[in-house]
């Protein structure tokens, strides 16, 4: 029997340990049922808890002797109806309490998962959904989803498979777009010094609205990703597909200008890359790398394609790329 149990109903845990075991409880079926035990036991027992009730109790139950003495059987069985009705109350009472109020403390509990530079993260919600999160993301999201919907929140990149619920959309939230979903796979690229924000759907179905504008709302289908840059939203086809193999901690480029392939390195390890000649910006790169291999191994596989000299500024953290 866990000690905490005991100790929560003598009253001996502090506000955090009764909203900490509340938790537990919540997320193991087992210990639950034995607090719902023990909290109707307790109610039965303690109907009377103060002094003045335990007077008036007293008075009650010697008149209730007194009816047994003189032998009104009719009358006894009605009190002690009464009484097993009162208690019925009370135990339905406390178990609609266990199984409601404690949702609505949950509810109220946010979480906050950070991925730092040069890492990747995987979570399951509450309701079965998996959530990968890249490099420097961070994913809000709630210890319990309410009953009428599941709402995230994201920045960085992130890849969902949802859990599917008819009852309950699955709603993701960005800096700039609302994304709402019954049941599918997408990935979210939504870096605030991106530039842009990206979605790719690979299963289901997607709908997309802008804050700012609730009326620019699209829905996207399988193998089509959207693209928002300056409050525009374009559809296309899924042009790398292999892209979303950062989940196995593999970035893959296809024909990227070099330009584009420094943006994304520099926010997945949280790095600062000067070129200081513009014509390499131009060269296009077609490759995969492993997130593990680093900055730097990255860059060198790069410059066996194009050369270009490399210069690490260590203690300021900046590489400058030169010809």
């Known amino acids: 029997m866990d000690k905490k149990l005991y100790q929560y109903f003598s009253g001996e845990l502090t506000a955090d340990e009764r909203l900490e ?22 109610a039965v027992s303690q109907l009377s808890s103060r002094p003045t009730d335990r007077n008036e109790g007293k008075s009650h139950f010697k008149a209730f002797t007194n009816q047994i003495e003189r032998n009104i059987r009719r009358k006894f069985f009605i009190s002690f109806a009464k009484y097993a009705a009162i208690a019925l109350i009370l135990i339905t009472a406390t178990v609609w309490t266990t199984l409601h109020l404690s949702d609505i403390v949950i509810d109220s509990t946010m979480n906050t998962l950070y991925v730092p530079a040069g890492q990747r993260a995987q979570i399951t919600l509450q309701d079965g959904t998996e959530v990968w999160l890249n490099a420097q993301s961070t994913l809000v999201y709630p210890s319990h989803f309410s009953k009428k919907s599941r709402t995230v929140e994201i920045t960085g990149e992130a890849f969902f498979d949802v859990a599917q619920e008819k009852k309950r959309p699955f709603i993701v939230s960005t800096q700039h777009i609302n994304m709402e979903v019954l049941g599918t796979q997408f990935n979210v690229y939504s870096y605030p010094d991106a530039g842009y924000i990206q979605t790719a759907l690979v299963e289901g179905s997607l709908r997309i609205c802008e804050k700012q504008n609730g009326k620019n709302a699209i829905l996207l289908a399988p193998n089509e990703q959207m693209t928002l840059k300056e409050s525009k939203m374009s559809i296309t086809p899924i042009s790398n597909p292999d892209h979303l193999l950062w989940r196995k901690g593999i970035y ?50 790069i410059q066996k394609i194009q050369p270009f000299k490399i210069e690490r500024d260590r203690d300021n953290n900046i590489i400058t790329l030169t010809k």
Do not use: C, M
């Not at 075991?21 to 307790?42: S, W, Y």
């Open 21 to 42: 075991l509340i938790h537990r409880i919540e997320n193991d079926g087992q210990l639950k049922a034995e607090f719902i035990r023990l909290q109707n036991l307790t």
């Open 252 to 301: 893959s480029f296809d024909n990227e200008r070099l330009i584009d392939i420094i943006k994304k390195l520099e926010l997945y390890y949280d790095v600062t890359i000067k070129v200081e000649d513009p014509e390499i910006f131009n060269v296009r790169y077609t490759g995969k790398f492993r997130q593990r291999d680093g900055i730097d191994e990255i860059l060198h596989l």
